[in-house]
């Protein structure tokens, strides 16, 4: 999957299906089934890191399970998510960290989520080569300093915000915009009105894609679900069932049990126990 390939998907009506990867099993069964895009996402820091929030995520914990995923994936698109420290310092040293997703961990895009001015990081990044997906709307890494996790752009005057924010990142030269939280109507406008992809992920179903956190739509995070998520599966029961019943075999004596025990041969173990006998 390529950027050029993304981009023909909005001009032919194809959606774009993307979801996150912290791994190599995860990335890897992701490929297999057939994801166009795979994010390296800084949620790793909740469902993965044990984290309140996402911003205490450092690039070195990024970078480590970028590589990871990448060694399981051979088709889809693999981006980056830029952690928020990321954009502490300067202009140049947000390009230096995002070609290091490139070079060190194989991704072959970043993502960025807007702050103010964002459009020209987004744009130097660009510059040196290295595509770019924008994030507007809810926006994790500074949530809680405004005003939480819930809807962006519920007003009039909000909603014209994002969607200027959206096609300032478009002109920076993004390739594609993930649009959080926002009402259908609002995704719906800035969907119509950008020449580059949207995905959505909140954000109701006219955007051009839709991504989820894996985590979410399998049931393996449970430590809230968000209300936009469909959970197609119960993977932490069934992990949690698995491990009780393990545990409980365990401590009853039924594990292990003749299927999963190798054991000697009668004559060679007589030659241990004289091979033991001769060394004491």
Known sequence: MTV???QGRKRSGQKIAMLTAYDYPIAKLLDEAGLDIILVGDSLGMVVLGYETTAPVTMEEMLHHARAARRGITRALLVGDMPLCSFR????DSVRDAGRFIRE???DAV???WKEGMEETANAIVGAGIPVMGHVGLTPQTAAGEGGFGMRGKDAESAARIVAQAI?????GCFAIVLECIPDLVAQEITRRLAI???GIGSGPHCDGQVVVTYDLVGLFDRFTPRFVRRYADVAGAIRQAAAEYAEDVQGGRFPGKDETRTMSPGEFARLKKELGAGA
């Open 4 to 6: 050029d390939e993304l």
């Open 89 to 92: 310092s300067s202009v140049a």
């Open 105 to 107: 961990a194989g991704c």
């Open 111 to 113: 993502k960025l989520e």
């Open 168 to 172: 300032a990142l478009e002109h920076a």
């Open 197 to 199: 992809p949207t995905i």
